[in-house]
């Protein structure tokens, strides 16, 4: 990852607003064997098909796209009646390079990890999330309680930290390749994390999606993870969330001026 502060930023184009400006955006790099999939298994780095039954999920940031629900991409809208209408990063739910899994995203998508002599803690700069995951062998929470990063219990296989989790909510998908998709719910997702260092400055991270209502197959993903002296910047995500209000006040206004123009004059 580079560091924030070589990137270039460049002044807004004209008739262009803007969103994040460039400081803050992490330039994606090639992992050191050059694969060109983070997919590990199946062999070709192929996702495996999907299920007759699972759902697809496909956002939009410029227009609506008219789906039944709930919403389970992170980035986008079904429609703009309401907050239950936009993407989950929207909403500040979830973020998109949040996980879990953890994937690659645009910006602050550095993670610290500490532990303590009974758990394990996974803090995402993006939404600063912490996941929890105990190491004593206490078993899963009852089956109908569900939690949008599923159930975590942690134990170690040698040097490598095994994250397993279950209990995902059905409120989400079982696997969002990117911000704009949502492939299957949560809900029969049984999802297994590997942390192994390989190195004084780098973790191979592993995630192992399994669940058969979504995908034929289970699938390995495998991503290095380097350490980095950019610090952990705050991610108040709520805090001066004008995009999704002005979202939804927008969209009054023009439903405001739609009855107005085919009512006529009084």
Not at 17 to 33: A, K, Q
Not at 223 to 237: L, Q, T
Not at 240 to 254: E, F, K, P, S, T
Request: aromatic share 8%; charged share 20%.
């Amino acid at each position: 990852m580079r560091a924030r502060a070589q990137l270039i930023d460049r002044l807004p184009q004209a008739g262009d607003p803007g969103g994040y400006n460039v400081f803050w955006v992490d330039t994606p790099g090639v992992v050191d064997d050059r694969r060109t999939s983070l997919i590990v298994d199946p062999p070709d780095g192929k996702l495996p098909p999907l299920t007759p039954e699972a759902q697809h999920q496909v956002g939009s940031l410029s227009e609506d796209v008219p789906d039944s629900g709930p919403v389970r991409y992170r980035a986008g809208g079904s429609g703009v009646d309401g907050p239950e209408d936009r993407g989950l990063s929207e909403r500040c739910i979830l973020g998109f390079a949040h996980g879990p899994p953890l994937t690659p995203g645009g910006y602050n998508q550095n993670i610290q990890l500490f532990q303590t002599p009974s758990h394990v803690v996974i803090l995402n700069e993006m939404v600063h999330d912490p996941r929890i995951v105990p190491l004593d062998g206490r078993p899963h929470l009852p089956g109908n309680v569900r939690q949008w990063n599923g159930d975590a219990r942690g134990h170690w296989e040698g040097d490598t930290l095994v994250i397993e989790s279950t209990h995902f909510t059905d409120k989400t998908a079982s696997f969002a390749p990117n911000a704009l998709a949502a492939m299957g719910t949560g809900e029969h997702l049984r999802l297994t994390e590997r942390f192994t260092r390989v190195g004084a400055d780098l973790l191979r991270y592993e995630y192992t999606v399994d669940d058969p209502t979504t995908f034929t197959r289970p699938f390995t993903a495998a991503i290095p993870m380097r350490r980095s002296d950019v610090p952990m910047f705050e991610y108040a995500c709520h805090e001066g969330n004008y995009g999704l209000l002005n979202i939804l006040r927008g969209a009054r206004v023009a439903e405001h001026a739609a009855a107005a123009a085919t009512s006529g004059p009084r």
